[in-house]
């Protein structure tokens, strides 16, 4: 079993940054792909960045390439989504996920998941 935990959410005003984290724990998490997922009110939750394990390799929604970053350090078993240039539009409830399989892959179909934490809020006002 695997086990995250989100931080790092709060309430910030248009084009300023926050810095999302995602422990994690169980075991040999730090071998599984991540990814960051978002929910905003009334919508689906949607897909946000990914990373392979080794994290030399990540993937980005339109909507945040160019302003976020995802990376992980496996020695602390711990994944980061750095956000920069923050819109109203980016406010939702930020999610990380784990999928459980050892791959050199990452993924954007959250079906595709199989650990979630309970999620952080972020919340950008204009």
């Known amino acids: 079993q695997v086990q995250l935990v989100e931080s790092g959410g709060g309430l910030v005003q248009a084009g300023g940054s926050l810095r999302l984290s995602c422990a994690t724990s169980?075991?040999?998490?730090?071998?599984?792909?991540m990814g960051w997922f978002r929910q905003a009110p009334g919508k689906e939750r949607e897909f946000v960045a990914a990373?392979?394990?080794?994290?030399?390799?990540?993937y980005y929604a339109d909507s945040v390439k160019g302003r976020f970053t995802i990376s992980r350090d496996n020695a602390k078993n711990t994944v980061y989504l750095q956000m920069n240039s923050l819109k109203p539009e980016d406010t939702a409830v930020y999610y990380c996920?784990?999928?459980?399989?050892?791959?050199?892959?990452?993924?954007?179909?959250?079906?595709?998941?199989?650990?979630w934490g309970q999620g952080t809020q972020v919340t950008v006002s204009s």
């Open positions: 996920a784990a999928r459980g399989i050892y791959s050199g892959s990452y993924y954007s179909d959250p079906r595709l998941y199989d650990y």
């Open positions: 169980g075991r040999t998490s730090s071998n599984y792909p």
């Open positions: 990373i392979n394990w080794r994290g030399g390799s990540a």
